[in-house]
Each structure stands twice: as C-alpha cells, then as structure tokens.
C-alpha cells in the first residue's frame, strides 16, 4: 500500500490525457483481463485453505492491480517485443 500509492499518484500526474485516448481500447482490455486472471488465479489459490471459492473470488478482485502503471509496463513491455 505504501508502495503503490505513491506510483500510482506520479503516474497520474505524469500521463497525458491524449495518450490515454488514443490507447484507451488497449489499456482497457488489459486491465479487464488483468482483473479476470488474477481474480481467478487468487481464487482457486486462497480456496486451498478451505475459503469458501466465493469469498476468495471477492478477495482476488479487490487485490488486483488495475493502475495505471502496471497497465503501461505490460502495454510497453508488449510493444517492445513486436
């Protein structure tokens, strides 16, 4: 928590309104399918312990990252390599 405010509070600050238009589709998509897969990995992962799937559905949702910085180094990380 300590960490990830301050990131995400620069990367606000940093970004520009029109690059964020122009990759809206893209950081979109990402951040939903960030969402989805940590949710379900989380999930299935807590419900080892013997958490009820639901709780630990409800759990992996709230602890994903959908910032704007985790966004843009997966988006940059995916561009370098093509």
Avoid: H
């Avoid at 509070?9 to 309104?17: D, K, N, V």
């Avoid at 399918?33 to 759990?59: C, D, E, K, N, R």
């Avoid at 602890?63 to 985790?70: C, E, K, R």
């Amino acid at each position: 928590m300590y960490i990830v405010a301050p990131l995400i509070y620069f990367e606000g600050q940093s970004t520009r309104i029109n690059l964020i238009g122009k990759r809206l589709r893209q950081i979109l998509e990402t951040a939903v399918l960030l969402v989805i897969v940590g949710t379900v990995f989380a999930g299935f992962s807590v419900s080892l312990l013997g958490i009820p799937l639901a709780l630990t559905f409800l759990m992996g949702a709230l602890s994903t990252p959908t910032d704007a910085t985790a966004t843009e180094s997966i988006l940059l990380d995916t561009e370098n390599e093509y």
